[in-house]
């Protein structure tokens, strides 16, 4: 599960985390969730050129697919979704000009994430805009979409088990969602040359992802 958070406390030997939660689901999964967590603190740098031109990209897929909205109305739509589901940003505008990285990834992974639930089209393979590696894999597995080109997709297990898949909880494990193509193609060359060749990262089976797959999650 990935989730944002605020520093609440500092003490001799480190620092008290606070973790929102929206939703019963949420705090559900978060009691769940092994207590080891990765921590990822908001870089307050200015946006690079090359996150603007990634957001430009996805604005313009999108507002062709949204019966060809202006692309200058469509960025100011998709900022203002964007604030009302993501907690960690204020609610106050931001621009694309001068915003931090953070914000700029977050923006990026939720627009990547709006094209892949809602089916728009984009020229551009989406790996190669995505600013949360590990997000938009989780994204692609939720909608059976193919990590690498978008085409319709099976699970790949990365992580190989020697006995009846079946039989065995599923939860835990690393896999990517594959088209018949690029599956037989890891297949052929192997995992490792096969994320190099493409910088995709795995992710971790969780109940959702099990229930999408009907994998065995006990």
């Known amino acids: 599960m990935l989730t944002t958070g605020t520093l609440a406390k500092e003490t001799e030997k480190g620092f008290w985390l606070f973790v929102p939660v929206s939703s019963e689901r949420e ?9 080891v967590a990765a921590v990822e603190f908001s870089d307050a740098r200015t946006i690079t050129a090359q996150q603007r031109k990634k957001a430009y990209v996805l604005i313009r897929c999108i507002a062709e697919w949204w019966s060809d909205t202006p692309a ?11 604030r ?37 089209p984009c020229g551009e393979p989406m790996y190669k805009l995505a600013e949360d590696l590990p997000k938009y894999t989780w994204a ?21 088990v020697q006995t009846d898949r079946r039989k065995i909880s599923h939860i835990g494990m690393r896999a990517l969602p594959l088209c018949r193509k690029h599956h037989n193609e890891v297949h052929g060359m192997g995992e490792r040359d096969f ?3 493409y910088i995709i990262e795995p992710v971790r089976i969780d109940e959702r992802i099990a229930k999408v797959y009907r994998l065995k999650a006990r």
């Not at 705090?27 to 207590?35: G, H, L």
């Not at 109305?73 to 964007?82: N, T, V």
């Not at 692609?140 to 190989?160: P, S, T, Y």
Request: with cysteine.
């Open 140 to 160: 692609c597995l939720m909608k059976k979409r193919c990590v690498v080109c978008g085409r319709k997709a099976e699970l790949h297990h990365v992580d190989h």
């Open 72 to 82: 200058e109305c469509m960025k100011e739509i998709s900022k203002l979704m964007f």
């Open 195 to 197: 994320l190099k060749r």
């Open 27 to 35: 705090r559900e999964e978060i009691r769940r969730a092994n207590k």
């Open 84 to 120: 009302k589901v993501e907690p960690s940003i204020e609610r106050e505008p931001f621009s694309l000009s001068d915003c931090d990285r953070t914000t700029a990834r977050l923006y990026i992974t939720y627009l990547i994430e709006f094209c892949l639930l809602n089916d728009v």
